[in-house]
Each structure stands twice: as structure tokens, then as C-alpha cells.
């Protein structure tokens, strides 16, 4: 009875600080678990979203009948992968101010209705050819819409609804379901993948429908709303800005004028630079309105700033890891291993599953400690382990023995596990309640846009080592076995990125670079070997080795970045509403 009394009175002195809110859940002791399962299940159906396209893409092109190696098709591949990260980066502090605006549970169901519409929309696609991978395009960008209406919301509900000495429990669920989503998302595209392409889509539908019926009849807004007019000029300037950074990154890795990468592109330092100009304006624009989308105020909040400034290393030396393990295993491993290139793609999901295992296990366990002691040792330490597990990743041989390579995979889940969860609640934990959608959703945009640099900048590393001894190694390789001298340099001509595609996406490398033409002049027993499981990646080990102690040695640095940023937070630090006759709102460190 008194704790339905003080939900009450707290309501009612909401009320009267003139902030429009729901009447709080008096009835029900178990909402927050309700609150919890809902959102982990929209978040965990987002993640897995955003990668399942990596395993299933071979099987989406066939499908539409499109090659996605050839030369002008490779924007049309990266814009599948991206378009999604892409939007959902852009779209969520939007989307998180309006929850604070017209309610975040509002939003949230909006995010489970559209997601599913357009997930049908996905697989219904009847064009084949440019037109249907297109139309996938385009419906991906708004199915990501959906995807940024959930991930914007989904934590500023779960801080409503728990207390805060069980925040990091709740948010570290629900964030250590949203990392493992990107790795489950592989398996998933890796098995429908082969029965159906358009099963990749139809199996959010259900999943969907479901989220969005339950969440409408059990959902309801308990936190303070905000009214506020709409900052249509920061909308419009961070929306540009943001997106042609973005678009930048995505141009800068493809081919251009003779060179491996798009970096000196007219058109990419166009966009990046005009990018980062437009969000110069974006943030005076910010300190001029009345109302802003992007509270630049909450950065003198040092929890929060230190929380973000940390979460954007740490997702830039997490981003890129999946593509590089993933081409790691599928071009080289597993073929050395046994396993015929068309199956890489499963199997490179399972095998990568001890990253997942290490999230599922710490990630809970770290939110709940941090609820106690706070964030700042665990999500220092996560990151120290993480680098630790980086640096293990570089010493490893290429071709590697399993069991420790599972290791390091289990050791860089549990550093990103205790980094992860600790981190969020201590940013939601500090913002005040009528700012938590849209300082969830500043939060979410800082890590994923460093999703997409993150790509950018593992490609490009991984590119740049590829670039120096690849040509030279494939056409003595290739001249070696037979291969006329001109078509071997026609293909070791071939910019590294479209060997590294053709790894990630499970096809026979060399029998797709070099064409039944020039396969068909070969001995047979010569013709067997170079698209046999041997060649290829005995041919590439060398060169993506160089690569990779260059990529795994940014990672590090990026880590060790994010340590220093969690160590800077401080001790715990949590918002305190004011007393009933304060008219403003306060904050206080909290001490344990």
C-alpha cells in the first residue's frame, strides 16, 4: 500500500511540474518484466536485421539474379549491407526526441508496425535484375526506419519502468540481446538463406506482429513527456550532415579512377567534408533554438559524455570485427578445413558463436554488479580485456587451431560484455527523465554511426595490406597453373575489395573471378586445383595477414581509447528528481 501511495504521489508531482504523462502502473508488480521481455525481443529482432543479410546475400542475389561482383554492381551490394545501419543512424535521436514529445511507448509501437510492413514488402519484390535488388534497397532503408523507431525508445522505456538499483540489469539484458542479435543474425540468414531467400524477411513478420500486438495491449507510457515544438532546421542540418558523412565512408572503400579505394574520389571528399561542415552548422543551429533535437546540454553531464565518448571507440573496434572474422573464416579457413565454399557462410555463424556466448553470460551479470558498484571498473576493465583479446587475435597464424581461436572469441565476448551493459545504464542512469529518449537515441547514434566508420575502416586497412602483394601473388599463382598470362593480370588487376566480396559472400573465389571461359581452356586437373579448397586461400593467407595486424592493431588502440574514457566517468553517478517544491529539475551523484 505504501508503495502504491508513493507511485502515486510521485505521479501527481509530475503532474504538477506541468509535465503531460501517463497515469503510472499502480496495479501490476510485474510491468517492468513485461517492459523488458517486449523491448529485448524489439531490439534483439533490429540486431539480428542488421546482420542477417551478411550470411543470406549469395542466396538474395541468385534470387533476384544479379552478380554482385561485377564492377557496377558493387555500390548495389554495399548499399544492401549499409542502407539499414545507415538510416538507423541517422533516424534515432529523431525519434527518441518525439518519444520524449508525444510518448516513448507511442513511438516504440509505431517501430514494431512499420518494421513488420516492410519486412513483408521485402519479400514480395516480383522485379528481378537492377530493378529488384533496388526495390530490396529502398525497402531495407525503411524497414530501418522501423528498426530506429524501437532502438531509439526501447531504453528510455526500461529506465521508466525500473528503479534505478536495477537498471544495469534490465539495460544490460536488453543490450547484451542487441550485440548478440548481430551475431545470431548470421546463423539465422545462413540457415533460411538456402531454402528461400525471401524466408530472410518473412521471419521477422511473425516475430513482428506479435511484438506489436503485445506491446499495444501491454505497454504504456510511465515517464515524463516533454512538449516541445519540433526543431525542424536541427532535423533537416543533422539528417544531411550525418548522411553524407556516411555515404562518404560507403563510396570511399569501393574502386575509383585506377585506385583500390574511393578516398581521393572528388565526390567522397565532397560528401565528407560538406558532411562534417553541415553538422558544424547543425550544432550552432542547436544552441540557438529554443527547443533542440540534439541536447547539446547534456553533455556537461560527465557520465554521460564520458559513457558516449567511450561507447564510440568501442564501437568502432567492434564494428568492423564481424566482417573481418567472417572473411577470415569463409575465404581461408574453412576452405583449408574442408568445407566447400558455398557452405562457409553457415558455418562461419557457428563457428564465431563463442563471441556471443561470452555477451549472453557476462553482459547480465556485469549490469547487475554495476547496479551496486557502478559502471566505471567494469566497463574500464571490459575494455582493457577486449584490447588483451585483439592482441591475441593479431598473434594467432592464420591458419589457426580452433579451440583457441574459440578462446580469444570467448575472451573479446566477455570484454565487450562487461564494457557493454555497465556502460548504457550509466548513461540512462544519468539523464534526466524527461530527456531520456532523446539522450538514448544520441547515445544509440554515436554507436552506430561508428558501426559504419567502423566498416569503413577495417575495409580500408584491410584493403591497403591486400593492395601491396596480392596482384603480384595471384597472377604468378595463376600463371603457374596454366592461366593465360593476360587473363591473370586482368584478374590480379581486380581491386582487392572485389576479392574480399567474393569471400564474405560463400562464392568460389577464383572459379567467379576467372569465368567459365578461361576455366574451360585449362587442363582439368589445373582447372580443379585453383577452384579447389586449396588455392585460393593458400594464394590469399599471406597478404590478409598483413592486413589483419593492421586492423586487430587499431582495434586495440580504439580499446584502449574506450578504457581511458571509462576510467574518466568517474565514480557512480545517478539523476535525482528534486523535492515536490523545486520547480526545476536537479541531479546528484549517488554514493555507494
Not at 547487475?368 to 597464424?397: E, H, K, N, Q, Y
Request: glycine letters at 12%.
Amino acid at each position: 500500500m505504501a508503495a502504491t501511495s508513493s507511485a502515486a504521489g510521485r505521479w501527481r508531482r509530475q503532474q504538477s511540474l506541468g509535465v503531460a504523462d501517463a497515469a503510472p502502473d499502480m496495479a501490476d508488480p510485474h510491468y517492468k518484466w513485461i517492459v523488458l521481455s517486449n523491448t529485448t525481443l524489439g531490439v534483439l529482432m533490429a540486431t539480428i536485421n542488421a546482420s542477417i543479410l551478411l550470411i543470406a546475400l549469395p542466396d538474395i542475389f541468385r534470387g533476384v539474379g544479379v552478380n554482385p561482383l561485377e564492377p557496377g554492381n558493387t555500390s548495389l551490394l554495399l548499399w544492401l549491407i549499409m542502407g539499414y545501419l545507415v538510416v538507423t543512424a541517422v533516424l534515432v535521436v529523431t525519434f527518441g526526441r518525439l518519444g520524449d514529445i508525444f510518448g516513448r511507448v507511442k513511438m516504440y509501437n509505431a517501430g514494431f508496425a512499420v518494421f513488420s510492413v516492410f519486412s513483408v514488402l521485402l519479400s514480395v519484390t516480383w522485379m528481378h535484375g537492377t530493378a529488384g535488388v533496388l526495390w530490396l534497397i529502398v525497402m531495407r532503408i525503411l524497414q530501418g526506419v522501423g528498426g530506429a523507431m524501437l532502438m531509439a525508445n526501447s531504453n528510455a522505456i526500461i529506465t521508466d519502468a525500473f528503479p534505478v538499483e536495477q537498471r544495469g540489469l534490465a539495460l544490460g539484458l536488453n543490450q547484451v540481446a542487441g550485440i548478440a542479435g548481430s551475431f545470431l543474425g548470421l546463423i539465422v540468414g545462413g540457415v533460411l538463406g538456402p531454402i528461400d531467400w525471401r524466408l530472410v524477411f518473412l521471419v521477422s513478420v511473425p516475430v513482428g506482429l506479435f511484438g506489436t500486438v503485445w506491446a499495444y495491449l501491454k505497454l504504456h507510457d510511465t515517464g515524463l513527456r516533454q512538449p516541445a515544438r519540433s526543431d525542424w532546421w536541427g532535423n533537416l542540418t543533422f539528417a544531411v550532415g550525418l548522411i553524407s558523412v556516411l555515404v562518404g565512408i560507403t563510396y570511399g572503400i569501393q574502386p575509383y579512377a585506377g585506385h583500390t579505394m574511393g578516398w581521393t574520389n572528388p565526390g567522397v571528399l565532397a560528401a565528407l567534408g560538406g558532411g562534417v561542415l553541415v553538422l558544424v552548422i547543425f550544432c550552432v543551429v542547436e544552441t540557438k533554438v529554443a527547443e533542440p533535437m540534439f541536447r547539446l546540454g547534456l553533455f556537461r553531464i560527465r557520465a554521460f559524455t564520458a559513457g558516449n565518448l567511450a561507447s564510440l571507440p568501442a564501437s568502432l573496434g567492434r564494428g568492423g570485427l564481424m566482417f573481418i572474422l567472417i572473411i577470415w573464416l569463409q575465404g581461408i579457413w574453412l576452405p583449408q578445413h574442408g568445407y566447400s565454399f558455398e557452405s562457409t557462410p553457415l558455418w562461419a555463424g557457428i563457428y564465431m558463436l563463442p563471441l556471443t556466448v561470452g555477451f549472453l553470460i557476462v553482459g547480465p551479470v556485469s549490469g547487475w554488479l554495476s547496479d551496486r558498484f557502478g559502471a566505471r571498473s567494469f566497463a574500464t576493465g571490459g575494455m582493457i580485456v577486449a584490447a588483451v583479446s585483439f592482441g591475441w587475435l593479431a598473434l594467432l597464424p592464420v591458419n589457426f587451431n580452433y579451440w583457441e581461436f574459440a578462446l580469444v572469441l570467448l575472451l573479446n565476448g566477455i570484454g565487450m560484455g562487461l564494457f557493454a551493459s555497465p556502460n548504457r545504464a550509466s548513461i540512462m542512469n544519468s539523464l534526466p527523465p524527461n530527456r531520456r529518449g532523446v539522450g538514448a537515441g544520441m547515445s544509440t547514434t554515436f554507436q552506430n554511426a561508428a558501426m559504419v566508420l567502423s566498416i569503413g575502416i577495417f575495409f580500408s586497412l584491410m584493403i591497403s595490406g591486400l593492395a601491396r602483394s596480392l596482384p603480384q601473388t595471384m597472377s604468378a599463382g595463376l600463371i603457374a597453373q596454366g592461366v593465360p598470362p593476360a587473363d591473370a593480370m586482368q584478374v590480379a588487376a581486380l581491386p582487392p575489395v572485389a576479392v574480399l566480396f567474393a569471400s564474405l559472400l560463400g562464392y568460389n573465389p577464383i572459379q567467379t573471378l576467372l569465368g567459365p571461359d578461361v576455366l574451360h581452356q585449362l587442363p582439368a586437373g589445373h582447372a580443379a586445383y585453383l577452384t579447389g579448397r586449396g588455392f585460393f586461400p593458400a594464394l590469399i593467407s599471406a597478404p590478409f595477414s598483413e592486413g589483419l595486424t593492421v586492423a586487430f592493431g587499431f582495434a586495440i588502440v580504439a580499446c584502449l581509447v574506450a578504457a581511458i574514457a571509462s576510467w574518466l566517468r568517474g565514480g557512480r553517478y545517478v539523476y535525482v528528481e528534486p523535492r515536490p517544491e523545486n520547480q526545476t529539475l536537479a541531479s546528484q551523484p549517488v554514493s555507494h
